[in-house]
């Protein structure tokens, strides 16, 4: 017995899917696609210029370990630093557009944190934050990168840095318009303790650690004092 044969669906006039308005729909994606693509070309040099080698820049190795490690906890959500909790790629946007506002540059930090994170291995975005995020300011003179942070408020080598130390730097990278890092060295010192404390209760460091660091005097640059 032959089987009946189904009427086959025809489009209505009236059908939103007639060839006419899915040939718009395309047209318009296309559209979409192009400008999308232009965005993302131009951004993509804005970031090759933002991100262009300094003589001034030093390579990963020259940098304290205790940096990373301290960047690795601030990007922990359970540290509670929502800046960084988003990633390193984010953080280091935020840094290259700091000082413009509005819509435009929300939208450009996170174009640049998302080809951050399509081009870039995440130790070259490391070794980019750290010679570029802003810690603070000398007068009205922007302290741009670690390296000069180390020296302008510790009076040491970027590679000398002990973990409170990196833990004070980054908390300061995470809100560099805070008041003077060392202007009360007693406030500090609470905050670089507080800061191990949470990084032990995290999990990110041992007791036997934990103790060891907190232990550490705080020595500013200006007269290298050690305060406990």
Known sequence: MDRPRLPRPTLKRNSPFTRGRVTLLLVVAGALSVFLGLVLLRSSGDL???????????????????????????ED???????????????LASQLVSDQRGAVAAFKRTTFAFLLKIRYPRDEILTHYLNRACLGS?????ICGFQKAADFYFGIPVENLN????????DLAWSPKKPALLGDLSTALKTRNR???????????SRAEYETEVARPLSPASDHRPIW
């Open 77 to 91: 959500p359970r540290f509670g630093r929502t800046a960084f909790a988003s990633g390193l790629a984010q953080a």
């Open 163 to 170: 973990l409170g130390e990196a833990l004070l730097l980054c």
């Open 195 to 205: 800061l191990l404390a949470r990084l032990r209760d995290i999990g990110r460091l």
């Open 138 to 142: 000398a007068g009205n003179t922007p």
């Open 48 to 74: 090759d210029r933002a991100l262009a080698p300094s003589p001034e820049d030093l390579p990963i190795s020259a940098f304290s370990p205790s940096l990373p490690q301290a960047l690795n906890a601030f």
